[in-house]
């Protein structure tokens, strides 16, 4: 079918274009009804005629699984031909703008060990997080780029040096005598073809500028002399990883950039495994469960978008995707404001055709009749048509899948959807039987914005003189015509601006969740309104949750009635604590912002009267522990905090150690090491690391004992 585009016909394209954005992918293949049948994939047992997915299965929002990899190649294809169509689109030569709101990225997690050694900080007791650092009281392992230092704790030395060629290290882990690395390898500079087993199929294929994730398994028994026992490849780079029982489970990221399958050990992920989660999916979300023990692996992909995160327990995973305003939506809602001041007869046709969801069909016939009105009639009815979708607020939200986590084996139970969007996995906690979600939302509306260009007029008509060469054998002969050039009016095409833009003022919510029939059993609404959470932290029933804007709100929110969240109490203070954690006697440790660094210590015994009773500042400073929480060490036994800083925002300068002690903050020491992002201890020794050196000091004096080079 060929649409015959008009200048005027390009204004309404135009808003299609936009509010697809950078998500057409899904909607162009149920808008536009691309027909896959023609590109029938023959596999080695049966003729697989493909079927286009419907409307109302890719904006169910329901998972759904692939039974074949013709079911995956099928749907594949739709997001390939939607693509094509959505660039020819943008590529009208109108200047186009789209602004939508993006959910923010993930952050790392906490809790303590009690032990003489810490181990790395991490959120859920029992679930351990990867780090550049791990040390187990005999063996302190180093990350540093892509090399792995295994350092003796007794001996002071360096034992050995595990070397990774073209790949950087990401995290590692360690369990008993096997160290867990995993490795991010350099982008691939060819494309990489995938076989499924099928005698005809279209190209699947790793495209170039993809990197993979490894996992290897290394015999530390002879730390001087560790052994490769074995290795995981996955498609895809590195988004985070866990570890409990005794099984690590990574989670890797591959953009949809064509048709792509994610590979694991150069097999493609078994199609039964193979999950669509989000309506409108940009990316695989791989996870591999490996047996630390024995070696053996499973994956699953999942296919999701780009805003997903993940919160583990050591029962559940939880997979995440916040939703924006649908596109589906915002497309649908254009159509149904234009169709009320088109005629009735040219209205009644565009009716049909949606509701049969024949969307080209109502393109076409809009188009048609825009190219027969004038600039002026155009201008006006996008005006009516902007100031009706100015009225239309469509809300975010976000929605969570629950599995169940029994070694290897990962089985879906079901899912549950909130308004608003989670900041990191601070704002997520699974406590007894429920589920408790921190969320911030922001409402957006559709905005069309229409410029028209002046008209350019050109100079005064010119005479050109040229010169024609006549040749006949090797004779040649010269004509000189002279032209007169009469320039036209240049009318540059006019503009539209579509948005998705936020409206009216954020707000904060606290939802929890029946994990039993996954279902919203208690909600606070309407939090700090016009402020977005900064940090959140759950100690046994009470939730503090710190929000800004220009003062730092600590909350407390008691849940120990899941059914009924209530707000206990509130405290105003300048600044705002990008982490919190807990301390003994019920004091909260707050690490954030106010004229620089700043460390603030709360009394929250009283929930209801909550006090800042100690702070310690650094004017011009900045840590690493704003976004990392695993640069947080407290060593509980001597009440002392320690927090690699930087002055003047350069890098690291060295560790500052806090003391606690009688509900005071003091400065012990500012330990210079340059470049320092660790810290950790054992027995009455504390290390400090930077990727090129390990310092070691006595913990009680802080006075330097040893160096150990990194070489």
């Known amino acids: 079918m060929v649409i015959h585009v008009g200048r005027n016909v390009l204004v309404v394209l135009g808003i299609i274009a936009l509010l697809l954005g950078t998500s057409t992918p899904i909607l162009f293949n149920t808008l536009f009804k691309v027909d896959l049948t023609r590109n029938q994939i023959q596999s ?8 286009p997915l419907r409307v109302d299965e890719l904006i169910s929002g329901e998972l759904k699984t692939f039974k074949s990899y013709d079911n995956v190649i099928n749907y594949l294809l739709g997001l390939d031909r939607a693509r094509t169509l959505a660039n020819e ?24 060990d009690s032990a003489r050694t810490p181990g790395t900080n991490i959120q859920v007791l029992g679930v351990d997080e990867p780090d550049v650092v ?24 360096v034992l050995n040096t595990i070397v990774f060629k073209n790949e950087q290290v990401g995290g590692m882990f360690l369990h008993g005598n ?3 690395v995993i490795t991010i390898s350099e982008p691939i500079a060819v494309p990489l ?8 199929y279209y190209d699947v294929v790793i495209p170039p500028g993809i990197s993979n994730t490894s996992i290897y398994l290394y015999d530390t028994t002879s730390p001087e002399n560790p052994k490769l026992k074995s290795k995981v490849i996955v498609t895809g780079l590195l988004t985070t990883s866990r570890m409990s029982g005794g099984y690590v489970y990574l989670i890797t990221s591959l953009p949809m950039l064509r048709p792509t399958i994610p590979l694991v050990n150069d097999s493609p992920v078994r199609a039964e495994n193979i999950f669509k989660v989000d309506s409108e999916p940009t990316t695989y979300t791989t996870i591999v469960v490996l047996d630390v023990v024995k070696g053996g692996y ?9 805003s997903s995160w993940l919160y583990m327990s050591l029962k559940n995973l939880y997979l995440a995707s916040s939703k924006v305003p649908s596109i589906l939506e915002a497309y649908r809602a254009v159509i149904e404001v234009l169709v009320k001041y088109l005629p009735s007869e040219i209205a009644s046709k565009v009716r049909s055709y949606l509701e049969s969801e024949d969307f080209r069909e109502c393109i076409e016939v809009i188009s048609d009749y825009l190219s027969s009105l004038s600039y002026d009639e155009v201008k006006y009815l996008l005006t009516k048509t902007s100031d009706e979708l100015s009225n239309r607020i469509f809300s975010e939200y976000s929605k969570f899948y629950v599995f169940s986590v029994s070694g290897v084996n990962i089985e879906l139970r079901g899912g549950f959807e909130v308004a608003g969007r989670v900041l990191d996995q601070f704002s997520m906690e699974e406590v007894s039987n429920y589920f408790v979600v921190a969320t911030t939302s922001t409402n957006s509306t559709i905005k069309i914005r229409y410029e028209q260009p002046p008209i350019i007029i050109s100079p005064l008509p010119y005479r050109d003189v040229v010169e024609i060469t006549e040749c006949n054998g090797s004779i040649c002969v010269t004509k000189t015509v002279t032209l007169t050039q009469i320039p036209k009016q240049q ?13 009216g003022i954020d707000e904060n919510n606290v939802f929890t969740v029946n994990l039993k029939e996954l279902k919203v059993v208690g909600s606070l609404r309407g939090l700090a309104k016009g402020e977005r959470i900064y940090s959140s932290r759950l100690i046994g029933n009470i939730l503090y949750l710190v929000t800004y804007r220009q003062v730092d709100p600590l909350f407390a929110i008691d849940i120990s009635n899941p059914e009924k969240p209530e707000v206990l109490g509130y405290l105003k203070i300048p600044g705002f604590s990008e982490y919190l954690h807990p301390l003994p006697n019920r004091r909260l440790l707050g690490i954030g912002v106010e004229d620089g660094f700043k460390i603030s210590l709360f009394d929250v015994s009283d929930p209801t009267n909550m006090r800042e009773i100690s702070k310690v500042g650094i004017a011009s400073a900045w840590s690493i522990a704003y976004s990392d929480h695993h640069a947080v060490t407290v060593d509980l036994d001597n009440e002392l905090v320690f927090i690699p800083v930087s002055i003047r925002r350069g890098t690291p300068s060295g560790i500052l150690a806090i003391s606690y002690k009688g509900d005071v903050l003091t400065t012990r020491k500012f330990i210079e090491h340059e470049g320092a992002i660790r810290t950790t201890y054992v027995n009455d020794e504390l290390y400090t690391i930077s990727l090129d050196v390990v310092k070691v000091f006595n913990i009680r004096g802080l006075n330097l004992i040893n160096e150990i080079k990194l070489s």
């Open 44 to 51: 080695t047992s049966e003729t697989a005629t493909f079927t």
């Open 89 to 112: 689109l943008i590529s009208s030569p109108f200047s186009l703008g789209l602004v939508r709101t993006v959910a923010e990225g993930v952050k790392q997690g906490l809790a303590v």
């Open 134 to 157: 791990k040390c187990d009281g005999n063996l302190l392992v180093v990350a540093s780029s892509s090399k792995v230092y295994l350092v003796s704790v007794k001996e002071k030395e």
């Open 178 to 180: 096997t160290l867990i």
């Open 193 to 200: 073809i995938v076989d499924l087993g099928l005698k005809h």
């Open 298 to 306: 499973t994956s699953y992909a999942f296919m999701t978008g780009h």
């Open 491 to 503: 009318l540059y095409k006019p503009r539209v601006y579509v948005d998705v833009v936020p409206v």
